[in-house]
């Protein structure tokens, strides 16, 4: 089968370098790609927001199956696209990505269907949104309504704090339309787990259970980012914890859009956080995780293709999904300066050497003039190892990682570790 990936990220990598082991991907392209892309797909140089140009290219080059891994192309309907041009699509239709596109939808669709998450209001107005905050008081999450990259959320811990993150999303609108709308909630406190889950529009198996590491510093200090490293599966993640998810959480969310007339194929990324009253929804995304698809495709032994095709045809129930044993880690190499500003074009040595005990895959790279592999990126390489225990992981990862090098690198040296 001719297959296309839709993304040119460290998570593109991963799903590409899985889908090259299907003995049933004869052709396998990525749009844009990146230099670590191609070396196990065919880079094809369109933007991943170019619904147009994507179908059009997918069409004349008969791609039998397109994969689309973002936030945003899903959000703008290419999965739609592809589908009205007769091309078969792996990702959710805009009316269902809307659970990662609108926090406002979200929220209102887990208050309709019981699911528990933190309690909120919504606002439009800068005022109503300020007495609400006054009147709650701190601790407090702010967080603009749109996609913002991760960063429209503020987790304020006096009502100043708050009050400025609104007016700097309605007043001065830092995160443009994104903050026209403002979703205004209940600070939550406990682990962090991160369950992806395979839905077919009715049926639903999760992954292997994953944490990620925002903060950019060491300690979780610092900005936050697209995600600095991440592991799986998750120690905090027990049996009951995963089955109290799944009753609670991720059945009644697949039956819950099912409801709405909104059936959901693709992949569904439940962040959660485990409270004193049980496990709670922090956000749904709508698509695979970065970086914690890189740790979590590694531990699959399952052909990524076959179950693809299951979630697109609705025959996920008659699949059966199998993980290897142990874990794996992830460790973001990132350019000197990110999240904030960062050069480019920097020479990256040791890639060879990492390899021999570590998948590396690129997240922000591109090919020099003479060929060799420079940054591109603020995360630039997800260094990638497994073990039979999560320490082990870790210290393969870290033990992979230290051969490589370029100008201000930059990443964290404790991720698993807090
Ligand atoms: P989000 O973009 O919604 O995932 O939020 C980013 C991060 O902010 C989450 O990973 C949490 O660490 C934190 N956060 C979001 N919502 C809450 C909440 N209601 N209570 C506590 N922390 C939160
Ligand atoms: N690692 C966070 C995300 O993919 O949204």
Redesign the pocket.
């Known amino acids: 089968m001719k297959v296309l990936v839709v993304g040119g990220g460290g998570r593109e990598h991963a799903i590409c370098w899985k889908l090259a082991q299907s003995p049933r991907v004869t052709e396998l392209y990525c749009a844009p790609g990146n230099a670590g892309i191609a070396q196990v797909a065919t880079c094809v140089n369109i933007k991943a927001t170019d619904v147009e140009a994507m179908v059009a290219w997918a069409k004349e080059n008969a791609m039998d199956f397109v994969m689309v891994a973002p936030d945003d192309p899903l959000a703008l309907g290419m999965v739609d696209a592809m589908e009205a041009a007769g091309i078969r699509a792996f990702g959710p239709r805009a009316n269902a990505a809307v659970i990662e596109a609108s926090k406002a939808f979200s929220k209102s669709l887990m208050k309709k269907y019981h699911i528990p998450t933190?309690k909120y209001e919504t606002f439009t107005e800068l005022d109503k949104a300020l007495a609400y905050i006054r009147q709650e008081g701190a601790p407090i999450?702010v967080?603009a309504d749109g996609l913002a990259l991760?960063k429209g959320?503020v987790?304020a811990s006096t009502v100043e704090e708050a009050e400025t993150a609104v007016r700097e999303m309605m007043e001065d609108h830092k995160f443009g339309a994104s903050g026209s709308t403002v979703v205004i909630?209940?600070?939550?406190v406990g682990p962090?787990v991160t369950v992806l889950a395979f839905c077919d529009g009715e049926h639903l198996v999760p992954m292997l259970s994953s944490q990620d590491h925002?903060r950019a510093y060491d300690g979780n200090k610092g900005p936050?980012t697209g995600g600095m490293g991440a592991f799986c599966p998750s120690p905090n993640y027990t049996p009951e914890v995963a089955d109290r998810c799944m009753k609670e959480i991720f059945l009644p969310t697949v039956a819950a859009l099912q409801a709405e007339g909104r059936p959901f194929k693709g992949v569904i990324y439940f962040?959660l956080?485990l409270t004193k009253d049980g496990p709670k929804v922090?956000?749904y995304n709508a698509r695979f995780g970065d970086p914690e698809t890189q740790p979590i495709l590694s531990m699959l032994d399952t052909d990524l293709l076959d179950i693809f095709e299951a979630c697109v045809d609705g025959t996920l129930d008659k699949l059966d999904i199998q993980w290897k044993s142990g874990a794996a880690c992830c460790i973001v190499l990132a350019s000197g300066g990110y999240p904030m500003a960062y050069e480019k074009g920097y020479p990256i040595s040791g890639l060879e050497e990492a390899g021999k005990s570590a998948t590396v895959f690129h997240a922000g790279t591109a090919l020099g003039e003479d060929g060799s592999v420079v940054t591109n990126g603020g995360r630039v390489l997800g260094v990638t190892a497994l073990g039979d225990t999560l320490p082990q992981a870790i210290d393969n990862a870290y033990a992979a990682a230290k051969h490589i090098t370029w100008t201000d690198m930059h990443f964290r040296t404790d991720i698993g570790k807090v």
């Open positions: 933190a999450v967080k991760g959320v987790v909630e209940e600070c939550m962090e925002k936050n962040g956080m922090v956000e």
